[in-house]
């Protein structure tokens, strides 16, 4: 199975407004972005433990302090996509433009469609740069970050290693040695086939929502991966 340079984004919405959500997901939502729904920015950085969006987009007409809001993005993911929609008017748009955001989309602009695509575009054309991807696993190996059918995935960092083997060499199947040697080191472990074989697991239980990709052993040469039947 070949590897592709993956051209995905990842979207966070924080807004309340069932209505706005609806909008949104029906406006940008599709295989290649990915949008996850916040309805308070405290709910949004409590995610950012395990995952990290591209893309944050916030409802203005919330009752969030939008200046603080971004120092505290810009500290965390000073690269992040900083959007604004239902600001009130031109005025608005400009405090928060000069406080950090990148966008800021009043109500009635024409634009927002156009804008809200533009935005996720250049999310996705930069990721394509640095995401790889086996069927529907993505693996970004900068950021240590692999997602399964559209969702973000939290590894530890050993079942991250035995990923990032699978990655590295597909589509070559690994040996037990060779995986052991690329996650553990120069372990001198003594049970390499079985610390292997139970991270398998682990790796295997944590994708198996992917319905495009496994992870078989083929006797004699290894581990890989190979597309579902």
């Given at each position: 199975?070949?590897?592709?340079?993956?051209?995905?984004?990842?979207?966070?919405?924080?807004?309340?407004?069932?209505?706005?959500?609806?909008?949104?997901?029906?406006?940008?939502?599709?295989?290649?972005?990915?949008?996850?729904?916040?309805?308070?920015?405290?709910?949004?950085?409590?995610?950012?433990?395990?995952?990290?969006?591209?893309?944050?987009?916030?409802?203005?007409?919330?009752?969030?302090?939008?200046?603080?809001?971004?120092?505290?993005?810009?500290?965390?993911?000073?690269?992040?996509?900083?959007?604004?929609?239902?600001?009130?008017?031109?005025?608005?748009?400009?405090?928060?433009?000069?406080?950090?955001?990148?966008?800021?989309?009043?109500?009635?602009?024409?634009?927002?469609?156009?804008?809200?695509?533009?935005?996720?575009?250049?999310?996705?054309?930069?990721?394509?740069?640095?995401?790889?991807?086996?069927?529907?696993?993505?693996?970004?190996?900068?950021?240590?970050?692999?997602?399964?059918?559209?969702?973000?995935?939290?590894?530890?960092?050993h079942e991250l290693g035995v990923v990032?083997?699978?990655?590295?060499?597909?589509?070559?199947p690994v040996n037990i040695d060779t995986?052991?040697?690329?996650?553990?080191?120069?372990?001198?472990?003594?049970?390499?086939?079985?610390?292997?074989?139970?991270?398998?697991?682990?790796?295997?239980?944590?994708?198996?929502?992917?319905?495009?990709?496994?992870?078989?052993?083929?006797?004699?040469?290894?581990?890989?991966?190979?597309?579902?039947?």
């Amino acid at each position: 199975m070949q590897r592709f340079r993956a051209a995905t984004a990842t979207v966070a919405l924080v807004s309340r407004d069932a209505g706005l959500v609806e909008v949104f997901q029906s406006l940008i939502l599709e295989e290649a972005t990915s949008v996850a729904v916040y309805p308070s920015f405290e709910g949004m950085l409590s995610a950012l433990m395990t995952t990290a969006p591209d893309v944050v987009v916030f409802d203005d007409r919330a009752e969030f302090d939008a200046l603080q809001q971004m120092r505290l993005l810009r500290r965390r993911l000073p690269s992040i996509h900083i959007l604004y929609v239902n600001v009130v008017d031109e005025s608005r748009s400009i405090v928060l433009l000069r406080n950090g955001a990148d966008d800021a989309i009043t109500t009635s602009a024409p634009t927002l469609v156009a804008r809200l695509q533009s935005a996720t575009r250049r999310a996705r054309t930069v990721n394509a740069g640095v995401r790889i991807a086996v069927g529907d696993i993505v693996f970004d190996r900068e950021a240590g970050r692999v997602w399964c059918a559209g969702r973000e995935v939290s590894l530890t960092p050993h079942e991250l290693g035995v990923v990032d083997c699978l990655f590295w060499h597909t589509p070559t199947p690994v040996n037990i040695d060779t995986l052991s040697d690329f996650v553990w080191g120069e372990s001198s472990s003594t049970n390499r086939r079985s610390l292997v074989q139970v991270y398998i697991s682990y790796v295997r239980k944590k994708l198996k929502d992917s319905t495009q990709v496994a992870i078989r052993f083929a006797r004699g040469s290894g581990y890989e991966f190979f597309p579902r039947d």
